[in-house]
């Protein structure tokens, strides 16, 4: 007794087994996250934070203290020279948020609610001289106070609070 095989190409094109069924889906879902995902990873490559890739989200609707957010500063033209046109966003950690207590001592460190969040320094890494932002009292409603975690990063200690209309997204820490 023999068996017959059926050959594959006996079958309209269109039909597909199980087996070439994932193997499409697999596909098209690879090619849907690339399509998707270079838009929401990003990499920092200032040295001023602890992390370099980054997952971007939307911009919170309630931000809390610690995450990361990514905004364009009104404010940044001390920094401009050395930066491109289309790299004029900067990702930071809140420091400090609205309504809680932002001192500064005579050394320049920064606390918020006692809690040291950095010393600002007289000058950047190559002697120019940096701007100072002082300020004692409660960070005032729709103001966020944003640090790095690097002891030489620009931050709000030099360019001050930032608008809470300023954040684009938030990013989340991948590596």
Request: net charge positive.
């Amino acid at each position: 007794m023999t068996r017959i095989l059926k050959s594959s190409s006996s079958r309209p094109w269109w039909r597909v087994d199980r087996r070439e069924q994932t193997v499409a889906i697999v596909f098209l879902a690879f090619m849907l996250m690339g399509a998707w995902l270079p838009g929401r990873i990003t990499v920092a490559t200032s040295g001023s934070l602890d992390h370099r890739v980054f997952f971007l989200l939307p911009a919170p609707a309630k931000v809390e203290l610690g995450a990361y957010l990514v905004f364009r500063h009104r404010d940044l033209s001390q920094v401009q020279q050395g930066l491109r046109a289309d790299h004029d966003q900067m990702i930071k950690r809140v420091g400090c948020l609205p309504g809680e207590q932002l001192t500064m001592d005579a050394d320049n460190h920064f606390f918020c609610n006692g809690r040291l969040l950095g010393q600002a320094l007289e000058a950047d890494s190559k002697g120019r001289p940096l701007p100072l932002f002082s300020f004692n009292g409660p960070v005032p409603t729709d103001k966020l106070f944003m640090v790095g975690t690097h002891p030489r990063s620009y931050d709000s200690k030099y360019f001050g609070f930032i608008d809470a209309y300023e954040i684009s997204h938030q990013a989340l820490p991948l590596w």
